[in-house]
């Protein structure tokens, strides 16, 4: 699995606000975190804990009003994505960082024609001309599998079924050969015959073309059979990050043991009733002082009402935001992490 | 797409018909006798001959199928001898206006111009200034701009045009004399000097017209704007790297422009109508007019045609919108 070299991605202390009418909220909270080439990071949290706010931040694509990002640092190839100008972020958008949506339904414009939609990235980016953007846009629509390419380049959106949406909108993003794809809940809309299909056709695309990929989801179950390493985050704030296999093995945050638990086992032992979180999760209305899980968590103590807990290192390459250690069952500490890249720079 | 079309036509033909024989009724049942106007001193016996002259002594059906021949088949044969010097309709009874003892085709035929001049100009004029604004107002909503466009809308919107129309005569004609108050329909541009003259008194019944026709089309685009700047395809354009300009230009406009098309298109037939009230304060003597001194003077047989041909162009331009509608919009399909 490729993990080594300098990270495509680097994020540090990422804070993005939106302006409401009752307020501000904190959507995204000092969010650090890197991508390395060619890598797959699972990102996973509830709804709400701001896994889409945080990726649409990078690049600019929140609309502003009302959000804001109000600090941090996007380094992209040596870049600083917060400090360039629209035009340039726009250079990049579709061409080196590539986006696939939620809702393939509505992420297609339902007026032109696909082969329109695969068209217009190539030919601003790439410079190409008509002709050959019409070539390349067949060879994208037969490499993510869509039969007939050709033909199907002048049918409207209306005329392929959800699951095709998905693989046309995952062909735009890879048209201009992105070196990241952020890939948003790509399959939640989907039922679970052709999730399972995008999923084999992501996997095949990554070992084809190398390019790294976020991938957003809320299905544990996902993550584990693609992602390299995943990030956990709740109330807009990583609070866990490991390699896969770690994280699965060896969860140090209670809300990854959570979030562990609610998936229903079908080997063992059936349990009475599915394991539920409860609680809700937090809207914050300004930035976080103490442990924002605090109120859901049973190991919660008087240190967590006080003080939000840093990201600290529980074991190679993994860190986590909670004071509580369950190996024993006693608050920890460590030193704070080195929450960047640890070969960056 | 063109069996449907095919399709819809011939609809319309039993719709009109209908609609026809609606109209004849109402009219004529309705009560009013075309010699009341005349001096007393006509002797009775005289009056009842000029009835009778009139054809108000035949049984009412005879008459509706007299008029539907008159003005289905005696004037389309009068307008195509007109225009290709052909004899087909010789000797065929017209439809005669009882006012002006001329037919009834002819005089519209004089009319046409004028309200095609000043309302359709302003009905375009409203057009091409409603579009910008309302997309202006939509892509900036809550800006200065906007919040100035939604007032005026409603202005326009909420004051009648009798109320502009003599405001401005006040302001610009009689106090600042840029412009003339009254529209000369009699005159001719023959030179450069004439169609200046033209464009100065067409330039205040044509605002005033516009304003009103601008307030609703601007908020029917700005409306349909909004709606779809918050879809997720324009997310996808701009994560596409598409410049703003492309994403509402191209990418919005285009879904807007749907729903608006379709209620431009279905505007059109009131150019025809006639805007009544502002011919009537700029002495335009247009369609609008036309049929106001119709209804005065107890003329059915104008007042018949004039509403029957507005009945044919709103079904026509009902069936203009619908297939516009369908080329505009790829998820629609007749067929
Ligand atoms: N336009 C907005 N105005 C105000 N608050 C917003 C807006 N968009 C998002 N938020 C807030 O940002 C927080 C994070 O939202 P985000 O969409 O990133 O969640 P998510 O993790 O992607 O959830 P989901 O899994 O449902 O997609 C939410 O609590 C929400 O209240
Ligand atoms: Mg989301």
Redesign the pocket.
């Known amino acids: 699995m490729p993990n080594k070299g300098v990270p495509v991605l680097d994020v540090k202390d990422l804070k993005t606000v939106?302006h409401?009418r009752s307020g501000e909220?904190h959507?995204v909270n000092s969010v650090s975190f890197y991508l390395r080439p060619g890598e797959l990071l699972g990102v996973v949290?509830?709804?709400?804990?701001?896994?889409?706010?945080?990726m649409m931040s990078l690049i600019g694509l929140l609309?502003s009003p009302?959000?804001e990002v109000r600090g941090g640092r996007v380094l992209f190839d040596g870049e600083d994505l917060l400090n360039v100008r629209e035009e340039r972020l726009r250079e990049l958008r579709g061409a080196r960082i590539g986006f696939v949506f939620?809702d393939p339904m509505t992420s297609l414009n339902p007026v032109f024609t696909v082969g329109y939609q695969i068209m217009e990235p190539l030919r601003k980016h790439m410079g190409m001309d008509k002709r050959q953007a019409r070539v390349r846009a067949a060879e994208l629509l037969a490499l993510v599998g869509i039969p007939d390419a050709d033909k199907r380049l002048s049918d409207y959106p209306h005329q392929f079924s959800g699951g095709m949406r998905q693989r046309v909108m995952i062909a735009i993003a890879l048209a201009c050969d992105p070196e990241v794809l952020i890939a948003?809940?790509p399959t939640t809309a989907l039922d679970v015959t052709i999730q399972a299909q995008i999923l084999e056709l992501m996997k095949d695309l990554r070992d084809k073309l190398g390019m790294a990929v976020i991938w957003?989801t809320?299905d544990l179950g996902v993550i584990a059979g693609i992602a390299d390493r995943v990030m956990v985050?709740y109330g807009?704030q990583v609070v866990e990050q490991a390699p896969v296999k770690e994280l699965f093995g060896n969860p140090q945050h209670p809300y990854t043991r959570a979030l562990l638990e609610t998936i229903p086992s079908v080997t063992g032992e059936r349990t009475e009733r599915l394991h539920v979180i409860e609680g809700q999760?937090p809207?914050l209305a300004a930035a976080p002082s103490a442990c924002t899980f605090r109120a859901r968590c049973v190991y919660a103590s008087d240190r967590c009402a006080c003080e939000n807990p840093p990201r600290l290192t529980v074991g190679p390459a993994h860190d986590a935001a909670c004071f509580w250690d369950p190996a024993t069952g006693q608050p920890r500490n460590t030193e704070p992490t080195h929450t960047g890249a640890p070969n960056a720079g | 797409m063109f069996t449907y079309t095919v399709r819809r036509l011939l609809l319309a033909i039993p719709t009109l018909l209908i609609i026809s024989l609606i109209i004849f009724l109402l009219l004529d049942l309705a009560p009013g006798d075309p010699t009341a106007q005349l001096p007393l001193t006509i002797p009775p016996e005289v009056k009842e001959k000029i009835r009778q002259s009139l054809g108000l002594g035949e049984p009412i059906h005879v008459r509706y199928f007299l008029w539907l021949k008159q003005f289905l088949v005696a004037e389309p044969l009068h307008v195509f001898d007109n225009l290709f010097g052909t004899h087909f309709a010789d000797g065929m009874q017209r439809v005669i206006s009882w006012q002006t003892r001329s037919p009834v085709a002819d005089i519209v035929a004089q009319r046409l111009p004028q309200t095609l001049w000043v309302v359709g100009m302003s009905y375009v004029v409203g057009v091409l200034i409603a579009l910008p604004i309302g997309i202006i107002s939509a892509y900036k909503q809550y800006s200065w701009f906007d919040q100035i466009g939604t007032f005026i809308s409603m202005l326009g919107f909420s004051v009648p045009t009798f109320f502009t129309g003599v405001l401005l005569i006040v302001i610009f004609a009689v106090n600042l004399g840029w412009f003339p108050s009254i529209y000369d329909t009699t005159h001719v541009v023959d030179s450069w000097d004439a169609f200046v003259f033209q464009v100065r008194q067409m330039i205040m019944p044509v605002m005033v017209l516009a304003l009103y026709n601008a307030a609703q089309i601007s908020r029917f685009m700005r409306a349909s704007m909004l709606d779809n700047l918050g879809q997720d395809y324009v997310r996808t354009a701009r994560a596409k790297g598409m410049s703003e300009k492309v994403v509402v230009l191209i990418h919005v406009l285009r879904n807007s422009m749907i729903p608006v098309i379709t209620v431009i298109a279905l505007g059109v037939p009131q150019i025809f109508g006639g805007a009544i009230i502002t011919e009537q304060v700029f002495k335009v003597n247009g369609l609008g007019q036309l049929l106001i001194t119709a209804i005065y003077a107890n003329d059915i047989p104008m007042v018949q045609t004039l509403t029957f041909i507005f009945a044919v162009l709103i079904v026509l331009f009902n069936l203009i919108a619908d297939i516009l509608y369908g080329i505009l919009d790829p998820r629609i399909r007749y067929d």
């Open positions: 939106f409401t909220v959507a949290g509830e709804s709400g804990s701001g896994k889409s706010v945080t609309p009302p959000a939620q948003d809940e957003i809320h985050m807009g999760p809207i």
